[in-house]
């Protein structure tokens, strides 16, 4: 079979039969648009590259359970979506938020940086309530700066239901934002 004609789909089906050039060639087909994911979450190379190695091993090992009906682009957009947002969260953790000289070059004071960190504390625990579909339509349009039919590219919807799944979960989180602090009226 020529190699340039090999679809997804039949990658997919020989990389779940064990081979790894297949699986090789599938990556190498949408590494660029998997960095292009990771790199508007986390606005660095390195980490982007970071990110879509680990997507891509993620995915590998997970190819047994992929739908071959499905496109896998969004799939594997997913996968890369959550191993940026999980890297952003780490490297939070792992900075501790320092103070440096550009927070105060920025106008903002600590006081000001606490808020913001114990606002973010609520977000996360607000998002954590909803569903998981529309959790990742509000990470992806809302966090990583993806248009509602890019989201439902990658989640393989119709960009009607993404919108709609997205005004439900805004409206949701409105809700639960403001029974946390009702000063966010």
Wanted: charged share 25%; with cysteine.
């Amino acid at each position: 079979m020529n190699r340039i004609m090999e679809t997804d789909a039949t990658l997919i089906t020989r990389a779940k039969r064990g081979d790894g050039g297949a699986f090789g060639r599938l990556a190498q087909r949408h590494s660029a648009r998997a960095f292009a994911i990771a790199y508007r979450v986390l606005r660095n190379r390195q980490d982007a590259e970071d990110a879509v190695q680990e997507s891509l091993i993620a995915a590998f090992t997970a190819i047994n359970s992929f739908d071959v009906q499905r496109a896998f682009l969004p799939w594997l957009g997913c996968i890369v979506q959550r191993k940026s947002l999980n890297a952003i969260e780490k490297r939070r953790l792992r900075t501790g938020e320092e103070l440096t000289e550009n927070s105060a070059v920025s106008g903002r004071s600590p006081f000001d940086d606490v808020v913001r960190s114990q606002l973010a504390v609520q977000v996360r625990r607000v998002l954590a309530q909803l569903s998981p579909r529309q959790r990742t339509i509000v990470e992806l349009v809302e966090l990583a700066g993806h248009s509602s039919g890019e989201a439902a590219t990658m989640l393989g919807i119709s960009p009607a239901t993404a919108r709609w799944h997205l005004h439900a979960a805004r409206g949701t989180l409105r809700r639960l934002l403001q029974t946390v602090n009702p000063q966010l009226n």
